[in-house]
C-alpha cells in the first residue's frame, strides 16, 4: 500500500506528526527540520501522492494538512 511506503521514512512520518497539530506553511515545516527545503518539497510530494496530505495555494504560500480521506483509507485497513 502507498500509504505504508510513505510512512515508511521517519522524515515523513515527522511531517505527519507535525500536521496532525494544524496546518502549515510549506516554509514553516522546512523551518521545523535540519533538512533542505528542496528535499522537504520531495517528502511532501511523496505524502500528497499517498493521499496523507493535500495542499491549497494562498497567494505564493502553499497550506499543508492531514487528509482524512487517507487516513480514513489507511485505518479501513488496519
Same mark, same amino acid.
Given at each position: 500500500? +502507498? @500509504?505504508?511506503? *510513505?510512512?515508511?521514512?521517519?522524515?515523513?512520518?515527522?511531517?505527519?506528526? !507535525?500536521?496532525?497539530?494544524? =496546518?502549515? $506553511?510549506?516554509? +514553516? @515545516?522546512?523551518? *521545523?527540520?535540519?533538512?533542505?527545503?528542496?528535499?522537504?518539497?520531495?517528502? !511532501?510530494?511523496?505524502?500528497? =501522492?499517498? $493521499?496523507?496530505?493535500?495542499?491549497?495555494?494562498?497567494?505564493?504560500?502553499?497550506?499543508?494538512?492531514?487528509?482524512?480521506?487517507?487516513?480514513?483509507?489507511?485505518?479501513?485497513?488496519?
Amino acid at each position: 500500500m +502507498e @500509504i505504508f511506503t *510513505a510512512l515508511a521514512d521517519p522524515t515523513r512520518r515527522r511531517i505527519v506528526e !507535525l500536521l496532525s497539530r494544524g =496546518e502549515y $506553511a510549506a516554509g +514553516e @515545516i522546512v523551518a *521545523a527540520f535540519d533538512v533542505s527545503g528542496p528535499a522537504i518539497s520531495q517528502h !511532501l510530494k511523496v505524502l500528497r =501522492e499517498a $493521499a496523507l496530505v493535500q495542499v491549497r495555494v494562498e497567494g505564493q504560500r502553499r497550506i499543508y494538512q492531514l487528509n482524512p480521506q487517507g487516513l480514513d483509507e489507511m485505518d479501513r485497513w488496519l
